[in-house]
């Protein structure tokens, strides 16, 4: 996969370097560069904003330097991608979004800054993605934990693809909660049905974990979920335990 990156602040990247997905970038699994689009500007202060027209508070980037900096883009690897633009109108960022952008051969993002974006550098995008609702003072950190969220699904990049499987939301339910050594902690013990080696145990107290887990911290995802009877019947034994 190849992902650019158009920000005023290419510092901010660095933990992008680090760990994973530094891995990934050193081997070559990941193409990864951003482009700092205050290099394109034309005009001899290298101003990336100005003014709202109609007046109001702030600043907005500009149109030129983020369009020429997009054609250097496409330049460089022969299409601009898939272009997400960093905006808290944009549609909200999670797992199955994830999953989507992860289906893409390219990415681009566009991070934005100040008050927001001269509307015409909608035409550039194909995508608009918030984190959440909440204002940032920019876009590097939203940019930053999408590309996380999203190269997790690149098998090559997260080395053992199996180790995304049983993840949080991953099956539309929350993880189930994980033990490792020692079995006995200062008295507190991992439990048993973990340390006997009956797979088939195993596998049901963790399907009851995450449906108790699940059902206590964020019920609208059960709602969205076709349960089966055999979770039907462990989320009234649940209930009942829970009351
Ligand atoms: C200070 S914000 C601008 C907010 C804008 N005035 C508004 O009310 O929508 C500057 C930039 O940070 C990024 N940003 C802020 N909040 C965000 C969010 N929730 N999701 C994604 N990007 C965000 C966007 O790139 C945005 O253009």
């Known amino acids: 996969m190849r992902i650019d990156v158009l920000s005023l602040f290419p510092d901010m990247f660095a933990p992008m370097r680090q760990s994973i997905i530094g891995k990934a970038i050193d081997k070559g699994s990941l193409d990864f560069e951003v482009t700092d689009f205050r290099d394109f500007t034309e005009n001899k202060h290298n101003n990336v904003d100005d003014y709202p027209f109609g007046g109001g508070a702030g600043m907005l980037l500009t149109p030129q330097p983020i369009f020429d900096a997009m054609a250097s883009v496409e330049k460089k690897s022969g299409n601009k991608g898939h272009v997400v633009l960093l905006d808290p109108a944009g549609r909200k960022f999670n797992h199955e979004v994830a999953q989507e952008l ?27 993605i918030s984190l959440g609702d909440y204002v940032l003072t920019g876009g590097e950190l939203g940019a930053m934990v999408i590309i996380d969220a999203t190269v997790r699904f690149l098998p090559e990049i997260l080395g053992n693809a199996a180790s995304a499987e049983g993840d949080s939301f991953e099956d539309g339910l929350l993880e189930f909660p994980q033990y490792t050594r020692p079995a006995d902690f200062r008295g507190r013990k ?35 979920r076709q349960l089966t009877s055999q979770e039907r019947d462990l989320l009234d034994d649940i209930k009942s335990e829970e009351r």
């Open 102 to 128: 992860a289906t893409y051969e390219h990415l681009t993002f566009i991070a934005g800054h100040y008050e927001g974006y001269d509307e015409r550098i909608r035409e550039l995008v194909d995508d608009e």
């Open 190 to 224: 991992v439990p048993e049905v973990l340390t006997n080696g009956n797979h088939a145990k195993i596998a049901e107290w963790r399907l009851k974990e995450s449906l108790r887990r699940t059902y206590l911290r964020r019920p609208d995802l059960l709602e969205k």
